[in-house]
């Protein structure tokens, strides 16, 4: 035990505790078992201590695994039998699993405390099992579909021809399987170029979903990272920090944004660290673990010469072109729409003609751009009802509909013109 001097002392500085605790268990490995916990819900405390310790002592670690709906279900019908409360239907069981596919023995065992909070209205006082005395005032949403969400989406044809491809693989290799005949799973790793706004993370963010739902990836966590989570201030701390982010994604998509800031100006680098231990991360898990690497076309290149492996372990690049004035129309349609507001032929006309100027300006945003558009349009129209507010009574009508006017927003003026001139003027005599 710590006296309370001590516990002052090293309260203030969490480097501090970390060395004193690595110090307290060198000290006593030899007559003590220690047991260090990571709580789901608080990942990472322990790293640092680890790093410490790794060059003195050996841990053994022991992560809580994932299931099987019908392993999650025969646990939950256990616990349920060892309940002292009446007991449920093997079907109310398989309800309060949900729609999941795969459980943790944590959620086991959240789910069974509910049905046991729950068992008195619904076992025992049946009578009463529909009276709710704090009624719901929220509605909730129904979540659309991941798949719909991506076939909605403008442009994307490339993309949506690829996960049709990863989709039809492992469907024949499910049957090629129950044939007895063995297939090596195939790498599905990937790298995503295309300039910013182009739907590169949404496309990633829906992947994961997606194939989640087809049985491709176990989880569907989609983890998202750049190099300030990658790469550490200190000397062995890289690698740990990688393999964690790799854990962490674990049956679903682990996406490396702007994965080119990795690279260093000079070789031997935590940079070079990271990247290699990126790529024997990616052999160790390419069962489990589908990385996308994402960021600018010409510096993705420099990104992928940087390490011999690297190339060849991605198994699909997929471009993002910038949008067209066309397609920038239709995400403008596609957003008001799903907002609540029907944009007039006129509105979509006049925004189109200003898209196919800014389309020629260097980095202008592509979706990001229109969607920045749309939300000075909105305060626009904001500005227009509230000035007309006591003239006339604002009905439902008049607050979804937009005009051209609303749409003579900053964002669509040439460069030149928004740019503020500044500095001085001389006249010559």
């Given at each position: 035990?710590?006296?309370?001097?001590?516990?002052?002392?090293?309260?203030g500085?969490?480097?501090r505790?970390?060395?004193?605790?690595?110090?307290?268990?060198?000290?006593?490995?030899?007559n003590?078992?220690?047991?260090?916990v990571?709580?789901?819900?608080?990942?990472?405390?322990?790293k640092?201590?680890?790093?410490?310790?790794?060059?003195?002592?050996?841990?053994?670690?022991?992560?809580?695994?994932?299931?099987?709906?019908?392993?999650?279900?025969?646990y939950?019908?256990?616990l349920?039998?060892?309940?002292?409360?009446p007991?449920?239907t093997?079907?109310?069981?398989?309800?309060?699993?949900?729609?999941?596919?795969t459980?943790?023995?944590s959620?086991?065992h959240?789910?069974?405390e509910?049905?046991y909070?729950?068992?008195?209205?619904?076992?025992?006082y049946?009578a009463y099992?529909?009276?709710?005395?704090?009624?719901?005032?929220?509605v909730?949403?129904?979540?659309?579909?991941?798949?719909?969400?991506?076939?909605?989406m403008?442009g994307?044809?490339?993309?949506?021809e690829?996960?049709e491809?990863?989709?039809?693989?492992?469907?024949?290799?499910?049957m090629?399987?129950?044939?007895?005949?063995?297939?090596?799973?195939p790498?599905?790793?990937?790298?995503?170029?295309?300039?910013?706004?182009?739907?590169?993370?949404?496309?990633?963010?829906?992947?994961?979903?997606i194939?989640?739902?087809?049985?491709?990836?176990?989880?569907?966590?989609?983890?998202?990272?750049?190099?300030?989570?990658?790469?550490?201030?200190?000397?062995?701390?890289?690698?740990v920090?990688?393999?964690e982010?790799?854990?962490?994604?674990?049956?679903?998509?682990?996406f490396?944004?702007?994965?080119?800031?990795?690279l260093?100006?000079?070789s031997?680098?935590y940079g070079?660290?990271?990247?290699?231990?990126?790529?024997?991360?990616?052999?160790?898990?390419?069962e489990?673990?589908i990385v996308?690497?994402?960021?600018?076309p010409?510096?993705?290149?420099?990104?992928?010469?940087?390490?011999?492996?690297?190339?060849s372990?991605i198994?699909?690049?997929?471009?993002?072109?910038?949008?067209?004035?066309?397609?920038?129309?239709?995400?403008l349609?596609?957003?008001?729409?799903?907002?609540?507001?029907t944009?007039?032929?006129?509105?979509?006309?006049?925004c189109?003609?200003?898209?196919?100027?800014?389309?020629?300006?260097?980095?202008?945003?592509?979706?990001?751009?229109?969607?920045?558009?749309f939300?000075?349009?909105?305060?626009?129209?904001?500005?227009r009802?509230?000035?007309?507010?006591?003239?006339?009574?604002?009905?439902?009508?008049?607050?979804?509909?937009?005009?051209v006017?609303?749409?003579n927003v900053?964002?669509?003026?040439?460069?030149?013109?928004?740019?503020?001139?500044?500095?001085?003027?001389?006249?010559?005599?």
């Amino acid at each position: 035990m710590c006296s309370c001097a001590e516990e002052e002392r090293y309260a203030g500085s969490y480097e501090r505790v970390n060395e004193y605790v690595a110090g307290m268990i060198r000290k006593y490995q030899r007559n003590t078992l220690f047991i260090l916990v990571d709580f789901h819900m608080q990942r990472g405390g322990l790293k640092n201590l680890l790093t410490t310790l790794r060059e003195d002592i050996s841990f053994v670690h022991i992560e809580e695994g994932a299931g099987s709906r019908a392993q999650a279900a025969a646990y939950l019908q256990r616990l349920d039998a060892q309940s002292s409360m009446p007991h449920y239907t093997e079907h109310e069981l398989e309800q309060a699993l949900g729609d999941r596919r795969t459980f943790r023995a944590s959620d086991i065992h959240q789910i069974h405390e509910k049905l046991y909070r729950d068992a008195l209205k619904n076992k025992s006082y049946r009578a009463y099992q529909n009276l709710d005395f704090h009624p719901e005032t929220t509605v909730q949403k129904p979540v659309q579909d991941a798949a719909a969400i991506l076939r909605d989406m403008v442009g994307l044809k490339q993309q949506k021809e690829i996960l049709e491809q990863i989709v039809a693989a492992f469907a024949i290799r499910k049957m090629r399987a129950t044939l007895g005949t063995e297939t090596k799973r195939p790498s599905m790793h990937m790298c995503f170029t295309g300039n910013p706004g182009s739907a590169k993370t949404t496309v990633a963010r829906l992947l994961a979903d997606i194939l989640s739902k087809e049985n491709i990836l176990p989880t569907g966590r989609f983890i998202e990272c750049g190099r300030a989570d990658l790469v550490a201030k200190y000397v062995g701390w890289t690698a740990v920090c990688v393999k964690e982010k790799f854990r962490a994604a674990r049956g679903g998509i682990l996406f490396i944004d702007e994965a080119y800031a990795l690279l260093d100006d000079r070789s031997g680098s935590y940079g070079d660290e990271a990247i290699s231990t990126i790529v024997q991360e990616m052999e160790n898990h390419r069962e489990d673990v589908i990385v996308i690497f994402a960021g600018y076309p010409k510096k993705m290149q420099a990104f992928l010469d940087a390490n011999e492996g690297l190339r060849s372990r991605i198994a699909f690049h997929v471009s993002f072109p910038d949008y067209t004035a066309d397609e920038l129309a239709e995400i403008l349609r596609l957003i008001a729409h799903q907002q609540g507001y029907t944009l007039t032929e006129e509105i979509v006309t006049h925004c189109r003609t200003q898209f196919s100027s800014v389309c020629r300006q260097a980095d202008f945003g592509n979706g990001r751009f229109v969607r920045n558009v749309f939300e000075q349009a909105l305060m626009n129209q904001s500005q227009r009802l509230w000035t007309l507010r006591e003239q006339n009574a604002l009905t439902e009508d008049s607050l979804r509909q937009l005009t051209v006017a609303d749409f003579n927003v900053a964002a669509l003026q040439p460069v030149r013109q928004r740019q503020a001139s500044m500095g001085f003027s001389v006249s010559h005599a």
